[in-house]
């Protein structure tokens, strides 16, 4: 149902660089619209940790919702128009979300920050409906690691190593 | 004048090429805060109170303030433009100012709203400047048993202001005091309610508290409550308001101030009350009622204007008397006291000049974001792009995250995650999350004050009821829960009567 909304948002606004991305047929791997949408990815890590100095430059995907047409549906939808990971009832999604959180606890002194940080990452987004796997993993573990590092160079605190303590 | 020339050396120093930099940080910040739904400015300075540990206080507490300036003008952006509303004080402007943008007016919207926000903070901090150094002559004569009827003031008004519902907000209020209890009592030395928890002797640290509430409870709420599809508006037409559009916002914008201010200005909560009082004014007072409900630029101008005001005035009793009125306020004293700075009367004489700069830098925050938000807004627009999953694991991360950095352990972790768990019962049974904060950081202040009094007159409790002005705030503050629930039976007398 999701995807055949996606179809619809999509083809009414079959404009804008960022208005054609989120047309989701099967047939795309998703390798050539991939440019733009890097963009707008890099634009959610680094935006919840540097402000938006890197909104200004992470962000090439979404340009094109400042100068789009008159459309009959005004509306650019947030996000992917791509089936998640995890199609379940909120109930299941809350009980992915609490068993990151608790991974995370039980990680971070054994298996090091960084791995906890990002099973939390993908735990938190799959749960709340995030497309492409391996996107999210990669998108975490760039967090994870900028993370780890602000925190060990820039405030001089120590997050536990891999491997643990 | 002796504050002006205290507010020009405030200036002086607010202008170091440090303390921009910190202003600037922190409007930035607020800014992105503001605009991103799921994160406000009080979970924003609650993750940054581990700064205080590294930072200078002038420089963290001016960054503080940006945060909470920027998170009002950042709000509006996100009501204006996204069809789910984020914060509460800007629901109202999401009334007429999504409907302007969908109508194609969303370019004035944002104007009419950044350029109210500038000229209402403006003014407003103008006003704190004023009335700051009055309320600190009135304060300097109370002592504990006026402090105390005080607090009792602000968590009454608190609790019926920030809620549904007179009740829940008490609830909020009294879960926010107990856990803020939590811990090792200073004078007697005995633990309270730390359930043999050897982690919980030291207390709940705020961060701690306000991230689970916020963070953890926020999100789970959100999944819970299944998917809900948000939309952007692409912004069209001007950057700049048309004569006629500024024609028709600039008495809103005043009248916006003038409702916002006092208000927040008083020992007494809520962006919310302004917003809406102006509202209905703006409703009332249009040549254009025809207008309201499908996008008319006074239902922006005026709750936006009475939003920045109050946000202003805010810091008036936080300043003065050390009275927060609202969540993000009483974060914001969570971050004197990390300093050992307790605001109120002393503060304007004992750091007179950390209060000046403040103030000062308030000044300049509101330039820096009506130029952030005006020929910028396209950045922040971008923002809201991010998708809800990144962002809600993003959160997760720095919420975690800010338990480590207040040297946090596992348990810990799990303290947050219960607490998290209770954020969102809070927010299944409606029960507000502000006044649970408010309560948090000004229940203890409240026992000290209680406990001073009762030093003085040893053990007698006449002495809390002892002054008139005591009484008259016992009077204020039973007015304040009694009324509505009052209020709403009349009505419903009156309307049982005429049907």
Redesign the interface.
């Given at each position: 149902m999701l995807l055949a909304?996606g179809v619809v948002l999509g083809s009414v606004s079959l404009r804008g660089r960022?208005g054609a991305a989120p047309v989701a047929t099967p047939a795309d791997g998703g390798e050539s619209l991939d440019v733009g949408r890097r963009g707008?990815?890099a634009?959610?890590?680094g935006?919840?940790?540097a402000?938006?100095?890197s909104?200004?430059n992470g962000?090439a995907?979404?340009?094109g919702?400042?100068?789009?047409p008159?459309?009959s549906e005004?509306?650019?939808?947030?996000?992917?128009d791509r089936p998640?990971v995890l199609r379940a009832r909120?109930?299941v999604?809350?009980a992915v979300?609490?068993a990151?959180?608790?991974a995370?606890?039980?990680l971070?002194?054994t298996a090091g920050?960084v791995v906890a940080?990002l099973v939390?990452?993908?735990a938190?987004?799959?749960?709340?409906?995030?497309p492409r796997l391996l996107r999210?993993v990669l998108?975490?573990l760039v967090?994870?690691l900028v993370?780890f590092y602000a925190?060990r160079l820039g405030?001089g605190?120590a997050?536990p190593d891999l491997g643990g303590r | 004048m002796d504050g002006f020339a205290e507010l020009m050396a405030g200036f002086g120093a607010a202008l170091s090429p440090e303390n921009l930099l910190f202003a600037l940080i922190g409007v930035v910040l607020g800014t992105a805060v503001g605009v991103l739904p799921g994160i406000g400015p009080a979970l924003t300075v609650a993750l940054l109170l581990p700064l205080t540990f590294k930072l200078e206080a002038t420089s963290s507490l001016i960054m503080f303030a940006g945060i909470y300036y920027g998170g009002m003008y950042g709000g509006s952006t996100t009501s204006i433009l996204l069809n789910t509303p984020g914060e509460s004080a800007s629901i109202i402007s999401a009334l007429e100012g999504n409907k302007m943008a969908r109508a194609g007016r969303g370019a004035a919207a944002l104007a009419t709203a950044a350029i109210g926000s500038f000229v209402a903070g403006t003014i407003a901090t103008v006003g704190l400047s004023f009335v700051a150094p009055f309320m600190v002559d009135v304060a300097l004569s109370f002592g504990p048993p006026e402090y105390f009827a005080l607090m009792i003031v602000a968590f009454t008004t608190v609790a019926a202001v920030l809620g549904s519902s007179v009740l829940r907000g008490l609830v909020g209020l009294v879960i926010g005091v107990t856990v803020g209890l939590v811990g090792i009592d200073v004078q007697s030395g005995q633990a309270r309610l730390t359930l043999g928890v050897p982690q919980l002797l030291d207390g709940v640290d705020v961060v701690i508290v306000v991230v689970g509430l916020f963070a953890i409870g926020e999100a789970i709420a959100v999944l819970s409550s299944g998917e809900r599809r948000s939309t952007v508006t692409p912004v069209k037409g001007s950057r700049w308001l048309s004569r006629v559009d500024l024609r028709r916002s600039w008495r809103p914008w005043l009248r916006g101030t003038a409702l916002g201010f006092p208000i927040g200005a008083l020992p007494a909560g809520g962006a919310e009350i302004p917003t809406f009082l102006s509202y209905s004014a703006e409703k009332r007072l249009t040549k254009h009622p025809e207008e309201f409900g499908h996008g008319a630029i006074e239902g922006v101008a005026g709750p936006e204007a009475a939003n920045n005001a109050s946000a202003a005035g805010v810091l008036v009793p936080l300043l003065a008397l050390g009275l927060p009125t609202s969540a993000t306020a009483a974060v914001i004293l969570a971050g004197f006291q990390n300093y050992g700075i307790q605001p109120g009367p002393l503060l304007f004489s004992s750091n007179d000049a950390l209060v000046w700069t403040l103030i000062a830098s308030l000044y300049i925050g509101n330039v820096l974001l009506l130029v952030l938000n005006l020929p910028l807004v396209g950045i922040w627009v971008r923002l809201l792009q991010i998708p809800p999953y990144y962002l809600y694991a993003g959160i997760a991360v720095f919420a975690t995250l800010g338990t480590y950095a207040i040297g946090g352990s596992t348990v810990d972790l799990f303290i947050l995650y219960v607490i998290g768990a209770l954020g969102f019962l809070l927010r299944l049974t409606d029960v507000p999350v502000a006044p649970a904060v408010v309560g948090l950081i000004l229940g203890p202040l409240a026992e000290e004050q209680l406990r001073r009094s009762l030093a003085i007159s040893q053990g007698d409790l006449g002495v809390l009821v002892s002054t008139p002005l005591c009484i008259g705030l016992y009077v204020v503050a039973a007015a304040a829960v009694l009324l509505p629930p009052v209020a709403r039976l009349v009505a419903s007398r009156r309307a049982a009567r005429a049907a």
């Open positions: 909304l960022h707008a990815g634009d959610g890590t935006e919840v940790d402000g938006p100095d909104g200004v962000d995907g979404a340009s919702v400042l100068d789009t008159e459309t005004p509306g650019v939808p947030v996000g992917e998640p909120p109930a999604r809350v979300f609490v990151g959180l608790v995370h606890a039980l971070a002194n920050y940080a939390l990452f993908v938190v987004a799959i749960a709340f409906g995030a999210t998108i975490g967090l994870a993370v925190f405030l605190l997050l | -």
